[in-house]
């Protein structure tokens, strides 16, 4: 079946495209508002953008109401944010922080979760992630306003925070970091079994 984009519901278009781009690599997002409250949200439309200078790139499909989530206005107003990676030990932790909390409470005291500073950012990541990675705001686009319109943020990584049994070598471990991802619906995967595939050469 071919679906036409150009008349498709906008709820089908997304039921399509979030069952058929996964699993998604989620990009669980720690920032703080004025009033020093931190914010905790989890983001599905997640990749690496450019590795020198290297940027990540996160997108907001934008509510049904047309309202900016805490996580894009507290990252306009102070340009700071903690990337952190789910494990699967954290994914009911990280599942609880998508429930529509106020701005004036912390999704991460809500989900049970403790802080963990860093020394380059006033905003701290989520103490057991795996891998944080420490950024600041580079560019916000806004494609479109409207609900379930987006916003592609580009974040320039200062600083990238790995638990130390990951490492082998001074180099993260593929075998060692289970990570949860994102699939259509309610449900998620957890990276494991995965299967390795050398990279081929061509012959001379």
Not at 35 to 52: G, K, M, R
Not at 120 to 138: D, E, I, K, N, T
Not at 139 to 149: F, L, R, S
Not at 181 to 192: P, T
């Amino acid at each position: 079946m071919l679906f036409d984009t150009a008349t498709l519901p906008a709820s089908d278009c997304y039921q399509l495209l979030t069952h058929a781009v996964s699993p998604r690599p989620i990009a669980w997002i720690c920032t703080r508002n004025a009033d020093h409250v931190i914010n905790l949200a989890p983001f599905s439309f997640f990749t690496v953008a450019s590795i020198a200078p290297p940027v990540l790139l996160f997108s907001q499909v934008n509510p049904r109401d047309g309202q900016m989530k805490d996580t894009l206005r507290n990252l306009r107003q102070h340009g700071e944010c903690v990337v952190n990676v789910v494990s699967p030990a954290q994914a009911a932790a990280m599942n609880q922080s998508c429930a529509p909390y106020p701005p004036h409470i912390s999704e991460l005291a809500e989900a049970g979760l403790q802080a963990a500073a860093n020394p380059m950012l006033s905003v701290p990541g989520v103490a057991g992630a795996p891998v944080r990675f420490l950024c600041r705001l580079r560019d916000m686009q806004v494609i479109d306003p409207q609900p379930m319109g987006g916003t592609i943020v580009l974040l320039d990584i200062v600083g990238i925070e790995v638990e130390d049994a990951l490492l082998a070598d001074g180099k993260l471990q593929a075998d060692l970091l289970a990570l949860v991802g994102k699939l259509g619906g309610d449900h998620y995967c957890d990276g494991s079994p995965h299967f390795s595939l050398a990279r081929p050469t061509l012959g001379s």
